[in-house]
């Protein structure tokens, strides 16, 4: 209930404040800046309508928000205000950089002779426009920055603080970096560009606001990620999932990039090598692209590939080896889909050279470089990325055995194996549906070289699904080799204090979990065993409670792991407990497996708000990642 209400009071602060703080921009605006097309009458009014609105709006809840802090400890502490007040710095923040920006931006177009609406951003503001927000934002972030620090000196428990201070600024550092790359794409096409027979200045378009980006990402990101990286000496900062995310994202995205931008500059060089007639320039302007967007790629790739190593070194060896997983095979996959497309492609330019379906020129030759292009990128990709997991996973050692049994693993493996199912389904289907039409007479252009496109599509999908099913039947009978070791040599012992029910039940679990483990069910009337040779007992709750003398010497001197079940127990309440006692049981010897294993009995969860945290900076990143896609993609269009 408090939390729904701090919602509420931090929410409409939050809005009411956006709608005063840009009323009074745009009442400053209609008096230093009016608009000429909007008549001055029509600016104030909708100026004032916003600023009456809104102000004692936000001056009630922020009032109230603001004594719920100063009253309660936990309102001052909670995750909401942290999200408030930094949300608050970034809103405030963002248009200051952004009519630096467009202000900078008109600038450089005017010193190099160009139109002024031809800038990225505000091409038809004023100057005056871009002051009045930088001031009016800037106001409000002198007086939030002071909320902040008060916060950080009087919080008694700053976590919450420190989770979205931490996204906050990887925040910045991804938006810094997003402007410095393109930037750097800005000026790279300027200098690739030769110009031909058309007309136009926009090559100094690009270099102006090439300039523009650099003048503003430049020490943006040099601030921001300096900042970033001082606080690595704080508690929690060097091994946080929010760095190993965002480094992990940065130097996969590089490298993908990069691989990409080279598999384009492989394909023009081959067709070129193939005899395409084209000229210098023609071929400059057409590596302009994947050249422009790859170099700063290549920066990013290299630049924090090295700090995702660096920061893997100093984690715990099994978080070591599972976020260097995912990162080779997310690459592995990347480099199989690369493969199998590029194989494709070549055997269907065979099949349409052997069936004389065309005849040599510019699109065979287009379709062969396309295939080499995308085989050679793909395959050595594939092969370094794939080697390293599947020599690991053949491993008879204790590594070998986790990394088979990864989610990763699994899960890249299950990925392929749907994605061979569904596509050898559907080739097959579309080479039945072709031979169907010519026996019953259906008249197609070409249905033989179809038919066998579907054919050698469906083959390629058979072949996939078969080599990736034999390495998971493999991977499961190692698995089941070597676990079934662990479990014989992990006895366990049940203390069993009343009918017999709890130990017939903690058995059958125990069995159900493995069958080689060994596992002894003792009634506490027989007394307790004279050599502890377990390596885990389990202790339903009520022997627990009232345990005989007998049993609690034993208990004190056993040396393996102690379980106790929350078995009813009446006069009892078991607070975070399961509410019935046979999913208890079935906890139990699921830990009891994983201990046997030689993982951790229960694995420590992570809080409500910190996958609150997860899911904002994922939303706040997504634009990002988009405009970028959307930059890369351009260029492949070009």
Known sequence: MRTVRRLYFYAVAFISLEV???????????????????????????????VFVGVPVFTLHWVVAQRHAAQDEEEHSSAVRAVFLYGVLLATFLPIVQNIWAL???????????????????????????IIAILMNGMVVAYFLTVVRRDW???????MLADVRRLYRYLWVIYALGLLITGIYQILSFIFYVPGEEIGTSSHVWLANGLTLLLISVPLWIFTWQTVQHSLQETGEQDSYLRLGTLYLLSLGGAVVVLTSAGLILNLILRLVFGE???FGEVMNRLRGPLSIGIPFAGIWAYYGGWFKRTLEN???IRQAGARRLYFYVLALIGLAATFMGVFMLLSFILDLGLARQIWGESLRSNLAAALATLLAGLPLWLLAWGPMQGEAMSAAEAGDHARRSVVRKAYLYLVLFASVIGGMGSAGAAIYQALNALLGESQLDVLGEFLDSVQLFILFTLLLAYHLYILQRDNKQSVRALGIKHSQFPVLVFEAGD?????????????????LPV??????????????????????NLALNPPEALRLWLREFNGTRLIVPFETPGWMWVCAPAKSLHAIEQTAAAIRQLAEGGKARAEGVSGWMILVYVLAGLAVLPILFSLLGLFFSVIAD
């Open 153 to 159: 000196k009087t919080v008694k428990t700053p976590d």
């Open 500 to 516: 017999g029910t709890f130990g017939a039940a903690m058995q059958a679990a125990l069995q159900k979990q493995s069958t080689r």
């Open 315 to 317: 984690l715990e060896e």
């Open 104 to 130: 900078l931006n008109r600038l450089l177009l005017q010193a190099f002779g160009l139109a002024t609406n031809l800038a990225m951003l505000g091409g038809n503001q004023s100057p005056a426009d871009n």
């Open 520 to 541: 002894q069910v003792q009634p506490i009337s027989e007394g307790v065993p004279q050599e502890a040779v377990f390596k885990a007992v389990i202790v339903p709750a």
């Open 20 to 50: 005063v703080l840009w009323g009074l921009i745009n009442l400053a605006r209609t008096t230093f800046a009016p608009d000429i097309v909007v008549s001055p009458a029509e600016q104030l009014a909708r100026a004032l309508s916003l």
């Open 277 to 279: 007639a084209t000229t």
